[in-house]
């Protein structure tokens, strides 16, 4: 089975891009809604959280923007709220696995926002990355409730820049130029990753870690 890494920045229409994946049968991990799940009433990343980081959990769930304020711009702090949700994240992408490789596919996209910061995309058959217009990309993000220039800039900080993804990509959907023309680009992706030999080598431990995104 083969895996490929559908990553992009903020605002490039990567979740978007994901569904048209989905419309051709393709299972999609979402990482970002794993995380939101863990960080759910009764998700596993609750407690750990909590003790981690004293009152963001409220309601007993993680208040996403309390945990953001107290993480963005502090490494430490990412460092240690990601040491406790890769592992979480972890076991959930191997479960989508296993559910997948019975039920006989033959590729599966893991849409991971921060693929390339984590080095995640080594792990991959192939990456595809979600590009946009800079203009278009924070017109997009800027239109988003709550979200403000300040918050934007500092987003992009934690994001390697589009141009070197682009650059690091196997294959580049372009969403600047409307829903047909990257649906089309998806469908001649797909085209081109089937036409290569699948890979021998089993899926193994292939616990990708991806940032715990604490909110956007």
Known sequence: MRLIGL???IGMG????AAMFREHGVPVYDADAAVHDLYDVGGAAVGPVGEAFPGVVQGGAVDR???RQRVLGDPEALKRLNAIVHPLVGQDRLGFFAEAEAKGADLVVLDIPLLYETGGDARMDAVVVVSAPARMQRERVLARPGMTPDRFDAILAQQMADAEKRTRAHYVVDTG???DH???QVTEILKALRNVPRPDAPIGDLAVEDSAKPGH
Do not use: F, M, P, V
Not at 14 to 17: G, H, P
């Open 7 to 9: 990553t992009g920045s």
């Open 177 to 179: 130029q409307g829903l």
């Open 182 to 184: 990257a649906r089309a």
């Open 14 to 17: 990567k979740s978007t891009t």
């Open 65 to 67: 923007e309390l945990l």
